[in-house]
Structures are given as C-alpha cells and as structure tokens.
C-alpha cells in the first residue's frame, strides 16, 4: 500500500510541473502561440535512436511555445510499469498544443489516427536492422541485467554469434518472448506510408546532422500554426545543442555500419531469410546481394 500511495503522489507531482511548464511556456510566448503550436511526438523503433530523437524535439522548448512535461515514455508509467495499450493511447489523447512526448508505438490500436491527426508533428526514427541486433546484444548482456533473457545470454549463448542468432531469429522463453528482427519491424513499418509523419534514419542524425535537423525544423512549422521568430541558423544550433549521448541510460557507440565487425557470411545468410526484404523498404540496400 504505501508504494501505491507513493506511486500516485510522484505522478501527481509530475502532473503539476508538467502544467506549470505550460504556463511559463504560455507567458514566455503567448497564449495563441501555444494554443496553435503542434503537439511534438517522437516515435521510435526500440534500440534506434529514441533518445537522441527526444532530446532534439526537448530542444524546441528553447526556440518556441514547447513544452517538455518531464515525462516517461507513453509506455510506461511513472514507476516503470508497462502500460497497456489504451493507457498509452489515453497518454496521447492528454498531450496539449506544444507538449512533448516519445516512445514506442506500433502503427496499430488507434495510434495512427492520433499521431497523423491536423495538429500533431509525428516522427518516426528507424535504425539499420543489423546494427539494432548488435545494439541489443550489447544491450542485454552488458547493460539490462533484470532482462529476461541476460541470464541466458551470459550463461548459456555465450559467443556474441550465438546472441546475435536468437535475436534475428527469436527465441522462447517458459515465460517470455524474445522477438526476432523481423517481429521488431514489422508492425512499425506502415508508419512509412503515412505523410503525416516524418521518417528520421538514425544514421542521417549521425552522419548528416545539419541537414536532418533542417528536415525536423520545417516539418513541425508545416504540421502547426506555429512559426519560427529568431535566424534559421540560431534554431538549429539550439537543437543540436540540445543533444546529450551521455544522458541516455542505453547509450552506447551509436556508429553505423558497426555490424560488419560481428556478422560473418552465416549470420549475413540467417539475416536475410529471416528479415525478408526489411532492409530493402527501409532503403538500406538496393537488393540481397550484400
């Protein structure tokens, strides 16, 4: 009982700084900036980048009428606890004119119609595949160690080949499941067909950050009726000031191409009869030759 009570006095204190955060934000802006200012989501596939995409978009707090509630993921509440699906969508449908939120959320269960709504700047950060196994096989071993499966990481698949075959192809636990590459994809990848969202490659924040920025910049003007009130130049070098690696708990490398270094031509066969043409839609390779 006394951890329940303490759960809901934290989200209600949560709560009551995310609505002082407006205020300020409507006195530093004004009302009608506010109210005509895009509700800013970021939405990732998970190992992706889902960080570095949300503290971009927390950037916009610095340049306009943005508000960053100072919240978990839509996923999860504010002890860490999963959220179901309506819960998540209910998380939505609270977000204001110039809140920020991300997390992790399949184009299903009514998602689509909220995030693609007149009034919503929806992003969608995706990552090369075979560098999200590499990332999660890191993440498992090294970093989640109340993981359901870190256990049988470290005990039983003991080479990073062995880790890297679960996890393109799945495995199964008495009572847990560990989704193949595929899985981890493919109920993301209609947000793709959507234009009311933007897609955001991981890489192109990496390796082409100016201009993904700029992208970023343009789309959330053109998804509210908000509009940019200092120089181009100033805005975006407050986004990329805003990014912070080290801040990220799951922070690792973040370098693309890393997983040459660990797939050999068997993990590249396994790789491609079990991702299907998944590197093809996302525009990471041209055909299977590779």
Not at 125 to 133: G, H, M, S
């Amino acid at each position: 009982m006394p951890m329940i009570v303490w759960d809901k006095a934290d989200e209600s204190a949560r709560w009551l700084r995310w609505q002082w955060r407006r205020w300020q934000a409507q006195r530093r802006w004004g009302a009608e900036a506010l109210r005509t200012a895009p509700r800013l989501f970021g939405n990732a596939i998970p190992k992706s980048g889902s960080h570095l995409l949300h503290q971009i978009l927390q950037g916009f707090a610095d340049i306009g009428p943005f508000v960053v509630p100072g919240m978990p993921p839509v996923n999860r509440d504010a002890a860490n606890r999963k959220r179901s699906w309506e819960e998540m969508a209910e998380q939505l449908r609270k977000m204001q004119p110039g809140d920020i939120r991300y997390g992790y959320l399949p184009a299903e269960h009514g998602f689509v119609e909220i995030l693609t709504s007149p009034g919503w700047a929806s992003m969608l950060i995706y990552r090369d595949p075979r560098d999200v196994a590499v990332s999660l096989m890191h993440y498992i071993t090294d970093r989640q160690l109340e993981h359901d499966f870190h256990q049988v990481f470290r005990e039983q698949l003991t080479t990073p080949k062995a880790r890297l075959r679960a996890i393109i192809k799945g495995m199964d636990l008495p009572h847990s499941h560990l989704r193949s590459t595929w899985e981890q994809y493919v109920n993301y990848l209609p947000w793709l067909e959507h234009p009311e969202v933007l897609p955001v490659r991981f890489e192109d924040l990496v390796l082409n950050r100016r201009e993904t920025l700029g992208r970023i910049l343009d789309f959330v003007q053109q998804r509210g009726g908000w509009q940019l009130t200092l120089p181009r130049e100033q805005a975006l070098d407050a986004l990329e000031a805003a990014i912070r690696p080290q801040r990220s708990g799951t922070f690792r490398k973040g370098l693309p191409g890393e997983w040459k270094d660990w797939f050999d031509d068997e993990l590249k066969q396994l790789f491609k009869e079990e991702t299907r043409d998944l590197l093809i839609r996302l525009g990471y390779e041209q055909d299977n030759d590779w």
